[in-house]
Nanobody, 122 residues
Framework: QVQLQESGPGLVKPSQTLSLTCTVS??????????WSWIRQPPGKGLEWIGY???????YYSPSLKSRTSISRDTSKNQFTLQLSSVTPEDTAVYYC??????????????WGQGTQVTVSS
């Protein structure tokens, strides 16, 4: 059973960089053909996909967040990390990590972390 767990600070100041780590157990982040994603949900809004790091190590980001986003991984720790720079209060959200798999032309998420609240405020 794959499990994902987000960790990181719950409060970030405006203009700083938000950094979250997802620790994966029960499966390797290098296993074909999974795409390890970050997704967020601002208060009162729907889910927003941020980006992924693939099993190959390649990355792909949402065009709307691409200029501020970096996703990396540490295969020795079976972790992947989100960095979102120059944050504003609009980046306040519950952040989730999830395992994605392509099917029918869509990226489907079968396993999710429990989510972590990040608030951007001075």
């Amino acid at each position: 059973q794959v499990q994902l767990q987000e960790s990181g600070p719950g409060l970030v100041k405006p203009s700083q960089t938000l950094s979250l780590t997802c620790t994966v157990s029960g499966g390797s982040i290098t296993t074909n053909y999974y795409y390890w994603s970050w997704i967020r949900q601002p208060p009162g809004k729907g889910l927003e996909w941020i980006g992924y790091i693939a099993y190959t190590g390649s990355t792909y980001y949402s065009p709307s967040l691409k200029s501020r986003t970096s996703i990396s991984r540490d295969t020795s720790k079976n972790q992947f990390t989100l960095q979102l720079s120059s944050v504003t209060p609009e980046d306040t959200a519950v952040y989730y990590c999830a395992r994605g798999e392509y099917g029918g032309g869509y990226l489907n998420f079968g396993y999710w972390g429990q989510g972590t609240q990040v608030t951007v405020s001075s």
